[in-house]
């Protein structure tokens, strides 16, 4: 009998393991200087002693350029610099010991290379490599950091779990959550963004997961890529650069993910409600946004690996909002149970799940309304789906606060006017759309709508428009900035 996860492993991030892994050269310092920290971001470099301990590395980018910020850090006491070639090594006078103006074995780790993102990513892939940890990327047009959290939180249940923070899911913060795989994880559960094609096989290239999960295809991004087709093929990234070992879970009741993953060459799990599921949801209650329960039956046992089959069915209560979330505890389920989460421990474990904030996170105002802020982003479908859970949610009266959608491109006008008709079937009973022309669509189908410029004058108005027993939903792309009507909001929780 084998088992799927590994001892963990603790690793130090030593100056000369460093300069191995990226392909660098030590120019100065001791190779066997341990950096406690990794950082790319100058103004987010602790203070005081703690900042002596901290491997820099500057990232050059087309408005940023952190090598302006190196000879600074080394003369602070900065314990090590990953830097490019365009950098004068003259500059740095790295031989002084900065803390107490003598020279001496505190110098600073001075390591060059000759692309520091490239560094970065090389550094990264190879912790995660000698980790030994089970690392499980998720990619989708929605759900992603949902999903991220269940996943981990069912996980948690037996394994030492780590997960990426907020939204480091690109080629940069992908890169340095994977870096603190050497603190002793078993199992990584991150998640893949991305807005053009080729992105996710990049990111795919750095964490080489073990397990894919693909939550769905949407319409996010729809500006950069004409079509959800070609959404669609850029996701189906996921499946490269996989082995007979490696694991998909994906949608079975999205067909444009059903027709792209026949030629995975791994073993395939599957959730949803469709028939011949491998983890299917049957009885469902839909609550709106106070959950969802069902009866989940599953088909994922995995006797080969030296450990209990899980139990085939188990009845589970969502409490998040609406069927989307479903689906995220869905796949979330499937993940678990096959890595051995029992029944007990999912049904507990996801009772206890709380949404992320500004992801569904629903607040008690003083008055007896409820605030649903969902602001942290926004595309058509899922604004759809949080219409149709507002829709499922009892209430006096249901307020939407929808904000304008962005990166839409030459469908913006048709996909803003989809969402209005949603609002009207939805039985919104006000309708306030924030931003510019295309958010006259959100508005057209509402006979009782209030528009707004921009989310601040709405928010100077929101005090004037609610009720008492009110449903408010607040949600809309990050750049309509919609957090901040819902920030109004909460000052009145």
Not at 224 to 243: N, P, T, V, Y
Not at 244 to 250: M, R
Request: aromatic share 2%; hydrophobic share 50%; charged share 20%.
């Amino acid at each position: 009998m084998t088992s799927l996860v590994s001892a963990p492993v603790v690793l130090a991030l030593t100056a000369g393991f460093v300069a191995e892994a990226a392909n660098g050269r030590l120019m100065s310092g001791d190779p066997s200087r341990v950096f406690a920290t990794v950082s790319t971001d100058s103004r987010a470099l602790p203070a005081g002693e703690a900042k002596h301990d901290t491997l820099f590395i500057a990232l050059h980018g087309p408005t940023f350029n952190g090598h302006a910020f190196v000879p600074e850090l080394v003369r602070a006491g900065i314990a090590g610099v990953l830097i490019g070639t365009e950098l004068d090594l003259q500059t740095l006078d790295v031989g002084r010991r900065t803390r107490d103006g003598a020279d001496g074995a505190d110098a600073a780790a001075v390591i060059v290379v000759s692309d520091t993102l490239d560094a970065l990513q090389r550094l990264a892939r190879a912790v995660r490599r000698a980790s030994g940890a089970r690392v499980i990327a998720i990619t989708g047009s929605a759900g992603k950091t949902t999903t991220k959290e269940m996943t981990a939180e069912l996980l948690g249940a037996r394994f030492n779990v780590f997960r990426n923070a907020g939204n480091l899911n690109n080629h940069i913060g992908l890169p340095l959550s994977l870096l603190e795989l050497r603190r002793g994880a078993e199992i990584a559960v991150v998640e893949l963004g991305m807005n053009h094609a080729g992105e996710i096989h990049e990111l795919v290239a750095i964490a080489e997961p073990d397990v894919r999960l693909w939550t769905n295809v949407g319409d996010a991004h729809i500006g950069h890529f004409g079509s959800r087709e070609a959404i669609a093929d850029a996701k189906a990234e996921i499946l490269g650069q996989a082995s007979a070992a490696t694991v998909l879970v994906a949608n079975a009741d999205d067909p444009l993910i059903a027709s792209r993953i026949g030629r995975f060459p791994g073993r395939t799990i599957t959730f949803g409600t469709s028939a011949g599921a491998s983890v299917r949801a049957t009885e469902i209650v839909d609550r709106g946004f106070d959950g969802t329960s069902a009866t989940v039956t599953l088909d994922v046992a995995r006797p080969d690996v030296g450990r209990p089959d899980v139990e085939r069915s188990v009845s589970i209560t969502v409490p998040l909002p609406g069927l989307a979330n479903l689906m995220n505890a869905l796949a979330a389920i499937a993940v678990a149970a096959d890595h051995g989460i029992g029944a007990a421990e999912i049904t507990a474990r996801l009772a206890g799940v709380r949404p992320v904030a500004r992801r569904g996170e629903v607040v008690a105002l003083a008055n007896g309304a409820r605030l649903i802020d969902d602001s942290y982003n926004a595309s058509p479908a899922a604004m759809k789906l949080a219409l149709a859970a507002l829709k499922a949610t009892p209430a006096k009266r249901r307020v939407a606060v929808l904000g304008e959608m962005r990166e839409l491109g030459a469908l913006s006008r048709q996909l803003h006017a989809e969402c209005g008709v949603a609002a009207a079937q939805a039985g919104v009973d006000l309708l306030i759309a924030i931003g510019g022309p295309d958010a006259d669509g959100l508005a057209a189908g509402s006979a009782n709508a209030v528009r707004f410029a921009d989310s601040a004058a709405a928010a100077d108005a929101i005090d004037g428009l609610i009720r008492e027993g009110d449903l408010i939903l607040v949600k809309g792309s990050r750049g309509t900035r919609t957090d901040i009507v819902a920030d109004r909001l909460k000052g009145r929780a």
